[in-house]
């Protein structure tokens, strides 16, 4: 699959049905040696209050991801374990 193919797809969670994002706002990781993804890095949506401080990103591992569809992208999270890390604009 093609990087252009990920655009414009909503990231679901399956633990709880939670809209997580839209690939067209994330980063993804790749591996620079192997070329596989490792991670996708969803923005959490900024507010007008904290617009240019830090914020927050959620790390989707790959292994989390479990089906990806023509309009979404499946993935698998425990809420109690998500991996938010904070990315300075």
């Known amino acids: 699959m093609r990087?252009?193919?990920?655009?414009?797809?909503?990231?679901v969670n399956i633990f709880d049905g939670a809209r997580l994002g839209v690939v067209g706002e994330s980063d993804i990781a790749?591996?620079?040696?192997?070329?596989?993804?490792?991670?996708?890095?969803?923005?959490?949506?900024?507010?007008l209050v904290n617009f240019w401080v830090d914020r927050q990103s959620l790390i989707?591992?790959?292994?989390?991801?479990?089906k990806i569809g023509a309009e979404v992208i499946i993935v698998e999270?425990?809420?109690t374990n998500l991996d938010y890390r904070r990315f300075s604009i």
């Open 30 to 47: 790749v591996d620079i040696n192997t070329g596989y993804v490792e991670s996708i890095i969803l923005p959490r949506k900024p507010g």
């Open 77 to 79: 999270l425990d809420q």
């Open 60 to 66: 989707i591992p790959w292994q989390s991801v479990k």
């Open 3 to 11: 990087m252009a193919e990920f655009a414009g797809k909503e990231i």
